[in-house]
């Protein structure tokens, strides 16, 4: 079982349930989310109106959630200031997202003037890292792989968890059949090398290509080769998938090893395309509650996290040695 630092053990406690579960709500998107908002238009979306969705959403869904994971220019800060969290923890985007841009920027960086420092600094109890990854890319893995050491050591510093989000993508010119028989391996190699570089919480795709989701047998060994893989908790994203997918996906996930969900669009995408104020605050306080309820319930299947991590042992000398916040 992996020792952790005593800030590190509160920031998971802060975004986990009593159990020890995570039940965390996504609402860190950018053109995704302006997409949702006006497909038709999507750069017609005002930073107003970016706002103020994510701040309905989490006001609204805070509540049925451990965790909130946010973004610093339309979500975190302003969800603070309108007092919108309640007893939700909060989770912070590190990267820059850009993934509008064609073809994706398969390098990820920081977002400029943002950093590890600035979180802590704001109160934040996670920061969390989202870069596309394929082991097998001699050119861009060891980049990856340097930024994420980087950022694990900033967190370390700082004491503060990091979650980590590698999604696979498809090398140049590889046959489609190649990419599907290797999906699962590559997906639980990029966990290994995430918490080999010290990420404390694995944000990860559904370890099976979308051409066998319907194979339950397959799904459910995917998870657990993913659980059995890794020492360090890992978590289901819902990748715009429908509700109901997604259920059946975090059921499986959680019945081999999972210790929750960092759910989205899954949960929210339908109340983007209400364009009427009051009648989405009605979705939101029904469909969208009964949504996180689901999930809530589905988690409880799951490994909780301090299975895997605990906190390092604390004498009554511990403040000693425990360093001091670099100015």
């Not at 979306?45 to 994971?69: C, D, H, I, Y």
């Not at 603070?80 to 923890?89: F, S």
């Not at 590889?174 to 919480?201: H, K, M, W, Y």
Request: with cysteine; aromatic share 8%.
């Amino acid at each position: 079982m992996r020792e952790l630092s005593i800030g590190k053990i509160r920031g998971l406690q802060r975004v986990s349930t009593t159990h020890g579960h995570f039940v965390i709500l996504a609402l860190d998107h950018h053109d995704a989310l302006r997409r949702a908002l006006n497909p038709n238009a999507p750069q017609a979306v005002t930073n107003a109106e970016m706002v103020a969705f994510k701040t309905q959403v989490v006001r609204a869904l805070a509540p049925e959630a451990s965790g909130v994971l946010l973004d610093p220019i339309y979500g975190a800060a302003q969800a603070i200031a309108g007092d919108c969290l309640g007893g939700a923890g909060l989770l912070l985007e590190l990267e820059k997202a850009d993934y509008a841009l064609q073809p994706l920027p398969l390098l990820s960086e920081i977002l400029p003037t943002w950093s590890v420092s600035k979180i802590k600094r704001m109160g934040a109890d996670g920061v969390k890292l989202f870069y596309y990854y394929n082991s097998d890319d001699a050119l861009r893995a060891p980049q990856q792989d340097a930024l994420l050491h980087r950022v694990a050591v900033d967190c370390a510093a700082l004491d503060l968890p990091l979650y980590a989000e590698p999604i696979l993508y498809p090398l140049e010119d590889e046959a489609s059949e190649l990419q599907q028989a290797r999906f699962t391996e590559r997906v639980i190699t990029a966990a290994q090398r995430v918490e080999g570089f010290g990420a404390d919480i694995l944000k990860m795709e559904f370890p099976l290509h979308t051409t066998q989701w319907g194979d339950a047998i397959a799904a459910r060994a995917a998870c657990a080769a993913l659980t059995d893989a890794t020492t360090v908790p890992w978590v289901l994203l819902s990748a715009g998938v429908e509700f109901e997918v997604f259920c059946d996906q975090l059921a499986l996930a959680c019945a081999s090893g999972a210790s929750g969900v960092i759910g989205g669009r899954a949960i929210w995408g339908e109340a983007a395309q209400i364009r009427d104020v009051s009648a989405r605050e009605t979705w939101l306080q029904t469909t969208g509650r009964d949504r996180m309820r689901r999930l809530a319930a589905l988690v409880q299947t799951g490994a909780p996290w301090i299975e895997r991590l605990k906190p390092a042992p604390v004498s009554t000398a511990w403040y000693q040695q425990y360093g001091e916040l670099c100015p």
